[in-house]
Nanobody
Framework: QVQLVESGGGLVQAGGSLNLSCVAS??????MGWFRQAPGKEREFVAA????????EYGNSVKGRFTISRDNAKNTVYLQMNSLKPEDTSVYYC???????????WGQGTQVTVSS
């Protein structure tokens, strides 16, 4: 059974930083990443990385400010968020893709609120 446990969300002032973590268990994962969804908006791609971490992609709105990384030994993906803006306020969801079968799993979400 796949389980995703997210942490690191919270309230921060604009210009501040947060580091999100997502610990995945139950399988190995070829890709791990983050999406976010603000109230009344569609879910938006934030960042993703492959198994070896060599291929990383970012959404246009976070490029240069957010950094994704993963620790395969811990089956954990991180999202370091710097220079946060009020428009980054969202629920952030961890998303992983199982190596076998390509099944997609989502975390429960963690709230990030950036005050102006």
């Amino acid at each position: 059974q796949v389980q995703l446990v997210e942490s690191g969300g919270g309230l921060v002032q604009a210009g501040g930083s947060l580091n999100l973590s997502c610990v995945a268990s139950g399988r190995t994962f070829s890709a791990m990443g983050w999406f976010r969804q603000a109230p009344g908006k569609e879910r938006e791609f934030v960042a993703a990385t492959t198994w070896l971490g060599g291929n990383k992609e970012y959404g246009n709105s976070v490029k240069g400010r957010f950094t994704i990384s993963r620790d395969n030994a811990k089956n954990t993906v991180y999202l370091q968020m710097n220079s946060l803006k009020p428009e980054d306020t969202s629920v952030y969801y961890c998303r992983v893709v199982a190596t076998m079968g390509g099944y997609v799993y989502w975390g429960q979400g963690t709230q990030v609120t950036v005050s102006s």
